[in-house]
């Protein structure tokens, strides 16, 4: 059973807490999270690109020039892809790139990923993370402290509006709750920020 320090706001060290075997002690299945990680990724594309083929593109209705005895390959249309202002080869097209994933697959994915942190030590568990007002620098000043000074993941038990806004202006910092953790952000930040409170809810739903 993995343990880890608890720390408060201030950074300083308050106990311990064990971490359930059943959701920070698996062994990180990295098929797993590659098939997570990829299909996040694919189901936030706008898929909004497009280009204009042949027969799309304005103009081009004349031969160009006659079949034979010019010494040229022979052309039907000033608009084929190898001409400028031609239309494009292949053009991409409006389209949904999203697809799904079996749900045990993901569940799996994210243990996989929790787990992972804990191997790295990355994970650092705090006793109430709270702020008095919205303000930046007191909660970078939280993240310093506590040694999370690069790309973190901060996970409270619920949407807190105060961390948010303190945290949405500091670069590489993501404030999520404990009921939509995805396994993207928790393998793209350096360090998972997790309130002690919101622990006990990841163990209850995910183990």
């Known amino acids: 059973m993995p343990t880890v320090k608890v720390y408060n706001m201030a950074g300083e060290v308050t106990g311990e807490v064990n971490l359930s075997d059943a959701v920070f002690g ?14 996040h990724l694919a189901n936030l594309r706008q898929g909004t690109q497009s280009a204009l083929t042949r027969a799309e593109v304005s103009g081009g209705g004349r031969k160009p020039y006659r ?31 999203s697809y799904s994933l079996n749900k045990k697959l993901k569940r799996l994915a994210l243990k996989s ?5 804990v191997l790295d030590e990355a994970v650092i568990v705090v006793d109430g993370i709270a ?19 690069g790309k973190a993941l901060v996970v409270t038990p619920a949407v807190d509006e105060k961390v948010v806004k ?8 993501v404030t999520t709750y404990a009921a939509n953790l995805n396994t993207y952000d928790v393998m793209n930040a350096k360090k998972f920020i997790v309130d002690k409170a919101a622990l006990a809810t990841i163990e209850e739903v995910y183990a």
């Open 131 to 149: 702020c008095d007002e919205i303000k930046t620098k007191s909660f970078k000043a939280f993240l310093q402290a506590v040694g999370a000074d």
């Open 113 to 117: 990923a929790l787990s992972q942190k």
């Open 26 to 39: 698996v062994e990180p299945n990295e098929q797993a999270i590659h098939a997570t990680v990829k299909n």
């Open 166 to 173: 303190s945290a949405r202006n500091i670069p590489g910092v």
């Open 67 to 97: 079949q034979k005895g010019t010494g040229n390959a022979r052309q039907g249309s000033t608009r084929a892809p190898q001409f400028t202002h031609g239309g494009i080869v292949f053009a991409p097209k409006p389209r949904d790139y």
